[in-house]
Nanobody, 123 residues
Framework: QVQLVESGGGLVQAGGSLRLSCAAS????????MGWFRQAPGKEREFVAA????????YYADSMKGRFTISRDNAKNTVYLQMNSLKPEDTAVYYC????????????????WGQGTQVTVSS
């Protein structure tokens, strides 16, 4: 089992930026692809971005392409989500997770989840 702790959330104005971090412990972090999801009040959890075990491949939801960047530092057991040009509709709790299935865009393919960090974008 792996423990994940997200940080970096907060309140930001529309057009601003935030960088989320997800620190992992308990398993060989560098062996696994990692993903970010988000969940807004009253909505289902949705895919944001994912990154392969070595950072060589990245995946984004269409609405995040060009604004969000996922990266990882295996030496620090940390995955990041740089979010730019934030919009009020980006307001949600953001979660990182360990990929363990076949469909990297599907939340059911992820085996371990952090507690989430709140991102609020004001208009």
């Amino acid at each position: 089992q792996v423990q994940l702790v997200e940080s970096g959330g907060g309140l930001v104005q529309a057009g601003g930026s935030l960088r989320l971090s997800c620190a992992a412990s308990g398993r060989t972090f560098s062996s696994y692809a990692m993903g970010w999801f988000r969940q807004a009040p009253g909505k289902e959890r949705e895919f944001v971005a994912a990154i392969s075990w070595n950072g060589g491949n990245t995946y984004y939801a269409d609405s995040m392409k060009g604004r969000f960047t996922i990266s990882r530092d295996n030496a620090k057991n940390t995955v990041y989500l740089q979010m730019n040009s934030l919009k009020p509709e980006d307001t949600a709790v953001y979660y990182c997770a360990v990929f363990g299935g076949s469909d990297i865009y599907y939340s059911g393919s992820y085996t371990d989840w952090g507690q989430g960090t709140q991102v609020t974008v004001s208009s």
